[in-house]
């Protein structure tokens, strides 16, 4: 009662297969394919862990007039008691920077909707704030800058720049901005063999310190791919693939616990499917490297 405190962490979904579903941290990925991709993700986070993070995201975009892109994402989160669910429209605009290298710039803007269950918490006494349901609507919009090329990829985002209030969790908490710096390279090994080193790192300065998705995917054949991913002072995961047709792209990821809170849980889960149909004649980049 006497010493009150708070406590912070990072706010946004987050993917252990963030290489395949970039749209959802960065607008100006929308339109960076020459087909209409859209991708889908479900994440079981801790998954024996009751009140855990389970995320559901789907996100569609595809080129517009050759040097324009449209997209849109949305995301389900559902902690504990709260429901956070998104979705969000983007635009951006492509443009050779050489011969083989474009950049783009993007733009997004949305609504969040978010629900409080209070009174299915099972608590002692009668505390009216216990037995409400708070409900709010909350715009943002965010920009984003994306650098590739076919075998490399940079991009630099911020998905939500508003700092909304979250009057209905309590008085204290917001929306904090987040940051997002992503790149990746692929190396040809042999025909058969491909080598794609990537990171993922994530900022929120307000609430959070930095941490970074180190992942290395090593593809056969452009048929299946298999690989890992360090989170720093997080997770240790694992990564497997497969490219089911040319339009077809599967894949299932397990988060192996480093923390303390491998004492409460066996890991989370993680399942993504994608799909590509060609815009033109041209044979689709198979498997998605970007």
Do not use: C
């Not at 987040?178 to 063999?193: C, D, P, Q």
């Not at 040319?246 to 894949?251: D, R, V």
């Amino acid at each position: 009662m006497f010493l009150p405190g708070s406590l912070n962490a990072q706010q946004e979904a987050q993917y252990t297969e963030y290489m395949f579903n970039s749209l959802a941290y960065n607008p100006a990925y929308a339109g960076s394919r020459e087909a209409i991709s859209a991708n889908a993700i479900y994440r079981n986070q801790w998954w024996d862990f009751e009140g855990a993070p389970k995320t559901v995201s789907f996100s569609m975009h595809a080129p517009f007039r050759d040097k324009y892109g449209l997209g849109v994402s949305t995301v389900h989160d559902r902690i504990g008691v709260h429901q956070f669910t998104g979705a969000m429209g983007s635009f951006s605009y492509h443009f050779y920077v050489s011969k083989t290298a474009k950049l783009s710039i993007g733009l997004q803007g949305g609504l969040l909707y978010h629900q409080s269950d209070f009174g299915s918490l099972n608590t002692q006494g009668s505390d009216p704030v216990f037995t409400t349901e708070g409900r709010e609507v909350l715009p943002n919009f965010g920009i984003g800058i994306y650098f590739y090329s076919r075998n490399y990829y940079i991009g630099v985002s911020a998905p939500h720049l508003l700092d909304n209030e979250l009057t209905e969790v309590s008085r204290l908490a917001r929306q904090y901005r987040h940051y997002y710096l992503a790149a990746g390279y692929v190396f040809a090994i042999s025909e058969s063999l491909k080598l794609k080193p990537s990171v993922l790192l994530k900022a929120v300065p307000a609430s959070a310190p930095l941490q970074a998705d180190l992942n290395l995917n090593l593809f056969i054949q452009d048929f299946v791919w298999v690989g890992a991913t360090y989170r720093t002072n997080a997770s240790t995961n694992l990564l497997i693939g497969t490219q089911l047709t040319k339009n077809i792209t599967l894949a299932y990821s397990y988060d192996l616990v480093l923390t303390d809170i491998q004492n409460h849980t066996n890991g989370s889960h993680e399942i993504m499917l994608g799909f590509d149909w060609s815009l033109s004649n041209q044979r689709i980049v198979s498997p998605r490297y970007f």
